[in-house]
Structures are given as C-alpha cells and as structure tokens.
C-alpha cells in the first residue's frame, strides 16, 4: 500500500512571496490533515478534511494560509504571502474514516519550507 | 482544552540500556493517548496507542508504555536500546468525543551510545 505522498520535499523562498504544497493521501482515506512542524515543536494542525469538506481550521491563519481538497482526494495548502516564521515542516496526513479520535494518523514525508 | 508535556527535551542513553521517555497529560476526560516516532528527514511513524481497555500497552520495535490515570502519565519504555532507536519521539492525545485532533508535545529526542 502507497503511503502518503508530498511535494516538493524542499522549498526556499523569499519573504512576501508565495508557495504551494501538495498531498496525496492513502487511497480511499476520507480524513487529511495538515500540520505545521516549527524546528524544536511538535505538529500543530492547521486544517482538518472530512472528504471535501473541512472539519477543523481554527488554528489555519486565514488572512495567508488557503487550503482545499480537490474530490475528496489529493490537497494543496497555499501561503500568500509568506512571512520569516512560516518557516517550518508541513506535515500531511491521512486516516481511513473519521472515526472519534482513536483512529490512526499516517504522515507523510513533509515539505521543509525555508523563508528567507 | 487538552495538552501534553514531555519531560527532557533531550535523553541520551547507552545501547542496551533501559529506555525511558516520559510523557504526561492534561485533559478533562480520559483522552486516547499516542505515541509517535519521527526519524531524520521523514515522516511520523506510530509506535503504539491507548484507548480503551489494558493500560499497557505494547507497539512496533519493542516498545510499550502504560497509561496511569492517576498520574496522568503514559510513559514510553524499552528494556534494551538499540541503534537504530535514535529518533525523536512525540507523545499525542486526542479527545474521545471530539474529531480526530491531535495536540502533540514538544517532542524527545532520544540518542543511543555505543
């Protein structure tokens, strides 16, 4: 079984530009997840997909971060425009149903986005 | 609100020795309880979870940990360590009647000796 795909691994940008992120979850996964890994701090979720439709966004910074899950599969999670201390690991993850909260998470490799 | 911490924001420990990462919570209601490792360069990885029934509770590579409501602990252990044990280690909670949220601590990260 595939697991989750990201792209790109790596990203450097310069402050005030913009950057995307893509995922691939697990086929036939109905919950994605994004997280952002600041150096020294464990994951903080940004957003949280039940299919298509979002879950949980409440810690998503809203006036520069975007996010969408195109069909219930694959997602982008966009920043525009970018700031130093977005500099950081996104983590995206996937788990079968959206069970209550016992379900297992299944991460992906990440993208490191530095920000210059 | 749920929140975990995760005493020793470093461990180091000899190979063969006893491993021990601690990890205690705070939550209004029993919380499911995890443990994940991330190793240099990838992903998170489950080593084991807690949500109902024996409160010890064995995961991948040898490792267990044992949920203690009274302490409000779920402590990572692993009788003999070993190389390939170097990673860092994050403990997770997530609220039984809520969604699938996880609030992670801030992680250990754990060096073997030779």
């Known amino acids: 079984e595939a697991g989750v795909a990201q792209s790109p691994r790596y990203k450097i940008i310069e402050k005030r530009q913009s950057v995307a992120f893509w995922c691939n979850p697990i086929s036939g996964h109905a919950t994605l997840y994004w997280y952002q890994q600041i150096l020294g701090q464990g994951p903080k979720l940004l957003i949280q997909f039940q299919n298509n439709g979002v879950v949980d966004d409440s810690q998503l910074p809203k006036d520069r971060f975007s996010a969408e899950r195109l069909k219930g599969v694959d997602s982008t999670l966009k920043i525009q425009p970018a700031k130093l201390e977005d500099s950081a690991v996104y983590l995206c993850?996937?788990?079968?149903?959206?069970?209550?909260?016992?379900?297992?998470?299944?991460f992906g490799p990440g993208t490191r986005l530095l920000v210059l | 609100a749920q929140s975990v911490t995760q005493l020793g924001s470093h461990v180091s420990v000899s190979e063969g020795a006893l491993v021990l990462l601690r990890c205690n919570y705070s939550?209004?209601?029993?919380?499911?309880l995890f443990w994940y490792v991330q190793y240099p360069n990838q992903g998170l990885q489950l080593l084991l979870k807690y949500t109902t029934g024996a409160t010890l509770v064995k995961g991948i590579n040898g490792f267990e940990a044992e949920f203690k409501k009274s302490e409000t602990s779920f402590h990572l252990t692993k009788p003999s360590a070993h190389m390939s044990d170097a990673a860092e280690y994050f403990c997770?909670?997530?609220?039984?009647?809520?969604?699938?949220?996880?609030?992670f601590g801030t992680g250990t990260r754990l060096t073997i000796i030779p």
């Open positions: 997770a909670v997530s609220d039984p009647f809520g969604n699938e949220k996880l609030t």
């Open positions: 939550s209004s209601v029993p919380p499911y």
């Open positions: 993850a996937s788990s079968p149903r959206g069970a209550r909260g016992e379900e297992t998470q299944y």
